[in-house]
């Protein structure tokens, strides 16, 4: 008997798309449960013991669950058990990619700061360090359609997240972030036909991803007000 999964998720947490793209790439049915972290319930401060999402919980035949949190993590867990790996057979290949999935983290903090930033200097200041931190990314790519050409990989699942912060900062400006970056335009195109990618998501993600934005009341807002 195949063990089952339940995935413990926010709306908009891009480390749970990474996770559910996973999934999903490997076949892998799961159920999915959203929680507000604002509210947590008890049961999830029980489950998760840095109370942040991802939470894989997975229970065996005998229907005892274990719970598994941190992307990271939920990542290497399902890379090991099952058939379908997406990381590179060569270990030298695979510990590259490990080290550009930790590259993605490091955009994502960057994102955050970029649309919480409160004044101009600040915004751009990190529109300009994000800016930086794709040219790099440019350089890295080759041939596609993917990261590591034809194969998906879990450097993908990684970034497609990143890029969908992008649908709602094309809603409110031309930043100029991806500007000139040919490869990473056609990276992200084919990241967001991805089924997997597309199906991480509920269908009014763009809309709450906006609502989101305001909560932060940054320039992003501003600019988008102005607009």
């Keep these: ?25 490997r076949g892998i049915p799961f159920e999915r449960t959203y929680i507000h972290l604002a509210a947590k319930p008890d049961w999830f401060k029980a489950v998760s013991p840095l109370g942040k999402v991802p939470v894989l919980r997975v229970a065996d035949a005998s229907g005892n669950w274990t719970n598994i949190f941190e992307s990271a993590v939920i990542l290497e867990y399902l890379e090991e058990t099952s058939p379908r790996p997406l990381h590179p057979a060569d270990p030298l290949e695979r510990a590259r990619h490990r080290g550009w999935i930790e ?8 994102i955050g700061r970029f649309y919480s930033a409160t004044d101009k200097a600040g915004f751009e200041r990190e529109r300009s360090g994000l800016e930086a931190m794709f040219a790099r990314l440019e350089s890295e790519l080759s041939g596609g ?26 809603r409110v400006g031309d930043f100029a972030i991806l500007a000139g970056k040919p490869k990473l335009a056609a990276w992200r195109v084919a990241l967001e ?20 934005f305001e909560t932060r009341q940054g320039i992003l807002v501003r600019n988008r007000l102005a607009a």
């Design 193 to 212: 036909a991805r089924p997997s990618v597309r199906s991480a998501v509920v269908e009014d993600f763009p809309e709450r991803l906006m609502r989101f």
């Design 103 to 110: 590259f993605g983290s490091q955009l994502l903090n960057a």
């Design 145 to 170: 359609p993917f990261f590591a050409g034809e194969r998906f990989s879990l450097v993908d699942a990684v970034f497609a997240p990143v890029f969908r912060y992008f649908d709602g900062f094309d």
């Design 1 to 25: 008997m195949q063990p089952a999964f339940s995935l413990i998720s926010h709306h908009l947490c891009p480390y749970v798309q990474r996770a559910a793209i996973a999934l999903a790439e």
